[in-house]
């Protein structure tokens, strides 16, 4: 029944790890009558490794998962892996390149070959992380996003939604990334990080006399350029609407100018705006409203193509040095300004994006967002914390249609087959042989992948068999909660809504659990860059998982970015440490007797202390159950820090040595007996409430502690106390808040209130000391008196008295509770003659101290420009220096020293 001396998790962790996946603890199913509870994983990419964001977010789902099972739940989570097509493609491509080749010196099926390799090594990579950090998935139900089921789930749904006329083959402006070859998705650009550019002015000289001065960030985009746009009430240019430009570069090309309300601003520079429908989004408008050419200018790489004459060939930014040089020469350059820009950026790579005329597939969006929106307005699905939910609707209310191909080769292959005899375009859930127009064989498929989000907005739903009707579907969807990170909520979240709500008729989830970004402790964005990134492996080494889990769930407050620290890591270790040596201390003091290790016993036979550590215990099995039920993991946490460190091993182990120990003097053991049975019912509930947060180390002490009952063989699979439900049998105590205040008023106050006297006076820790007590309240004699046994011990006081009269004056620390005075006399405590130094010492800095803050606290410019809550501080620091600075002039003339 003992324990290792040593907190060490590495020699159990794993242990318990294979005892619970043999026992098949988490596989859903067995209890098929029972209410059930489903989620399914965020899959992470195959890209490589965890980072600390997948194990936060995997604690969390942890979290909520062990707590649904230990409620008794058919539960089920969900595990898997995404393919991640263009983030895997580039991270495949980069270690071709270390090796001296390429994808297309491979070719498509060689290429796809090394990917396929490079997925199962991190695949097994990412599933032993899960494992290791605790993640109770039922691992029989792992998916891969390209596994044969899902596939054919993305291409039914392509298929439905290319049947309804929401997916569409066109040629529209898209984002283009130069170096990744593809196009993105408006949600794969960044566009947040300003940059310092210059906005560079040029004229077009009109023919039959006169010019146009037009101004833009991109001069190179001119050798495009088919318009030139001026507001039609814009007197300057009314005149010239209709009229022919010059273009310099392309005197033949037929540029115009036109009169276009929504694109020229009279007020905005010259009023006149150069047009490039091929490579500009608004441009891209304004030609389609007047029937502009459109006429692109760059080849995929980003180099300039034929269609820009003389600078054929030169890379987009040297053309824009080498296109305003031109300009320059040839006497149209008119000037340039500083200007701040915020260029589109893509995701993966940070090349800048070039916006491009483009062939692509499109899903018409607006027709599926109207549900998507309804879902959540109606109470369907809840959102925590409810504020996602204006930036949801925000972003719905104004979507566009989404591009879905990617010029890829990694990922599900588009379902599209083009005739090469007539030109049809057959679209189908499985390969044609014949052109279903003209019956020739000629049929070659698309070679365009998905974008790697249409097939996971189907995973809440593919998982489980979808598009069959599996008996699986019916009974774990919809799912009962989604945990992830806000910054998904276009990419995926609201995706998966809408994909839900078409294919199924269902939502996919009821709850989406939104939490923050891990930052360093300094608040900053971790990046390998930066040189701050955590790898969960490390923290997991040196910390293990528990300390880990706890310490992600502690930071875990609704909704924001957490600071993750060593200390807070370190301190929660410690956390565990202390809790593993409490449980050893009780083990080692069980009797030989099995009869008697754990005893059943009746209200009346609880003393104080028994009766103090159970009422406490009550108080936080509500707060714990609370806190889980709200998602507030930060709480549950504190609660069980609080109770466990505080109440039960300062207080309750600390209070209970002198009884657990069987006597020679003829004392009935009995009452041993229940201390130690009130201390193990109390822990097993304890390590029940804390399990879902730190599944190891309960696990493997609960397994050491005398069992009641062997109906539960693992803790895992136990029944968690709550509010309503109490699943060890310790009395309901009515006077509950009358305990708690009697302990706290009149024992711990007391204690704590002694303890940092002790500590003020540098008391040594191991003499004794004498200590006064007065109480400040009617009966208070009595209550000290009751406990005062038990101050001696905790205070390792020599004497305590318990004195109403006036205090001696003699030198003494003394601190005024609500309740009592408690007074520390120094002599015999302390060197007299040290702490007159010690004190004169501490006296001269505080004076010091106190001029400095007292001249900043005068300083008008301080105290005006200053943050409120700076200046507040400072005035709190001088308010509490001012009391010390009082308490030692008080010590000092009582020990004869002014």
């Not at 891969?144 to 569409?168: N, Q």
């Amino acid at each position: 029944m003992t324990l290792d001396k040593a907190f060490q998790p590495e020699s159990y962790e794993s242990r318990i790890a294979e005892k619970w996946e043999h026992a098949g603890l988490f596989r859903a199913g067995e209890a098929a009558t029972t209410k059930r509870f489903s989620l399914v994983i965020p899959p992470p990419n195959v890209t490589g490794a965890l980072h600390i964001g997948h194990a936060f977010d995997m604690t969390l789902q942890d979290i909520v998962v062990r707590w649904n099972r230990m409620l008794g739940h058919d539960t089920l989570w969900v595990p898997g892996t995404d393919h991640a097509g263009i983030a895997t493609q580039m991270v495949v491509e980069k270690r071709l390149r270390e090796q001296g080749t390429s994808r297309h010196e491979l070719g498509r099926e060689r290429f796809e070959q090394q990917v396929w390799k490079w997925k199962d090594i991190y695949r097994q990579r990412i599933v032993d992380s899960l494992r290791r950090l605790g993640c109770s998935c039922d691992w029989s139900r792992e998916r891969f996003t390209l596994d044969p089921g899902l596939s054919r789930a993305v291409r039914e749904t392509f298929v439905r939604l290319y049947d309804e006329g929401l997916i569409y083959r066109g040629t529209r402006l898209i984002n283009w990334c130069p170096d990744c070859r593809t196009a993105l998705s408006d949600l794969e650009v960044d566009r947040d990080k300003p940059e310092q550019g210059e906005m560079w002015s040029f004229a077009y000289p009109i023919e039959g006399g006169g010019e146009i001065v037009v101004a833009t960030t991109r001069p190179e985009t001119m050798l495009g350029d088919t318009a030139i746009a001026v507001h039609p009430e814009d007197e300057r240019y009314r005149a010239m609407i209709g009229r022919r430009v010059l273009h310099p570069f392309f005197p033949e090309r037929d540029v115009r100018v036109v009169g276009d309300a929504e694109l020229a601003d009279p007020e905005t520079g010259t009023g006149a705006v150069k047009v490039t429908p091929a490579h500009d989004p608004n441009d891209f408008a304004c030609g389609l409203r007047h029937g502009l050419e459109q006429i692109s200018i760059f080849e995929p790489d980003g180099a300039v193509n034929a269609a820009g004459g003389p600078f054929r060939g030169l890379n987009r930014f040297e053309a824009r040095k080498r296109v305003k040089q031109a300009l320059e020469e040839r006497g149209l350059a008119r000037g340039t300004q500083a200007h701040t820009l915020t260029p589109g950026r893509c995701q993966r790579c940070r090349t800048i994006v070039e916006p491009t005329i483009s062939t692509q597939w499109f899903l018409k969006m607006e027709p599926l967002a109207g549900p998507a929106l309804e879902a959540v307005r109606d109470g369907r699905i809840r959102f925590v914390p409810s504020s996602w939910e204006k930036t949801f609707f925000h972003w719905l209310e104004n979507i566009q249609d989404w591009c879905i191909s990617r010029q890829l080769w990694w990922g599900h292959r588009i379902p599209a087959w083009y005739c090469g005899a007539c030109g049809e375009v057959i679209v189908s859930r499985e390969p044609p042989q014949r052109c279903t127009s003209c019956a020739s064989g000629e049929l070659e498929q698309d070679p365009d992948v998905l974008d790697t989000w249409f097939s996971s907005q189907l995973w809440p739903f593919s998982v489980f068999g979808w598009p069959d009707k599996t008996d699986e579907l019916a009974r774990y969807y919809p799912t009962d909660v989604l945990v992830t990170g806000f910054d998904i909520i276009f990419f995926w979240v609201a995706r998966m809504i809408m994909a839900g709500l078409k294919m199924t008729g269902e939502v996919p989830f009821r709850t989406v659990l939104f939490h923050g970004m891990v930052r360093d402790a300094a608040g900053q964005k971790m990046s390998k860059t930066a040189g701050n990134a955590v790898e969960p492996e490390l923290l997991l080494a040196e910390h293990g998982a528990d300390a880990t889990r706890f310490t992600l769930a502690a930071l875990a407050s609704s909704g924001t970015d957490l600071a993750l620290s060593e200390q807070r890591l370190t301190g929660y270790r410690a956390f565990m440490n202390k809790l593993w040596n409490a449980t050893r201390f009780l083990l080692l003091r069980l009797p030989a007797d099995d009869g008697r290790q754990r005893v059943t016993y009746e209200a009346d036979e609880l003393d104080d202390l028994d009766r103090y550590l159970i009422a406490r215990y009550l108080e936080t099995v509500e707060g714990v159950d609370r806190a889980y039920h709200e998602f507030r993991f930060d709480q549950a946490a504190e609660l069980l820090y609080h109770f466990l460190w505080h109440t039960y091993c300062d207080w309750s182990i600390e209070l209970s040595k002198p009884d657990l120990a069987d006597r020679a003097d003829g004392t009935d053991p009995r009452r041993a007996d229940v201390r130690r049975s009130v201390l193990l019912d109390v822990l097993d509930g304890a390590l029940r409430l804390l399990h879902p947060i730190a599944p190891f180390i309960t696990e493997e002490l609960w397994q050491h502690l005398p069992q009641r009952s062997h109906a539960e063989p693992f803790l895992a699979a136990s029944s968690i106390p709550t509010a309503e439900r109490q699943p060890l049998p310790l009395p309901i105590l009515d006077d509950r808040t009358e305990l708690i205040a009697s302990f706290d008023d009149w024992l711990i106050g007391p204690v704590n209130a002694a303890r940092g006297l002790r500590a003020a006076a540098g008391v040594e820790p191991a003499r004794k000391v004498t200590l006064r007590l007065r109480p400040r309240q009617p009966g208070g004699a009595r209550m000290l008196e009751r406990y005062r046994d038990r101050i001696e011990i905790l205070v390792r006081a020599e004497q305590v008295i318990i004195d109403e009269g006036p205090v001696p004056d003699e030198p003494a620390l003394r601190q005024v509770l609500e309740t009592v005075e408690v007074v520390l006399p120094l002599s015999g405590a302390v060197d007299l003659a040290k702490e007159r130094e010690r004190l004169l010492k501490e006296k001269g800095k505080l004076d010091r101290e106190l001029a400095a803050s007292e001249r900043k606290l005068a300083n008008a410019k301080f105290v005006s420009r200053a943050p409120a809550e700076v200046v507040a501080k400072e005035r709190e620091r001088l308010a509490a220096g001012r009391g010390r600075l009082e308490e030692i002039e008080r010590l000092l003339a009582q020990l004869g020293t002014g």
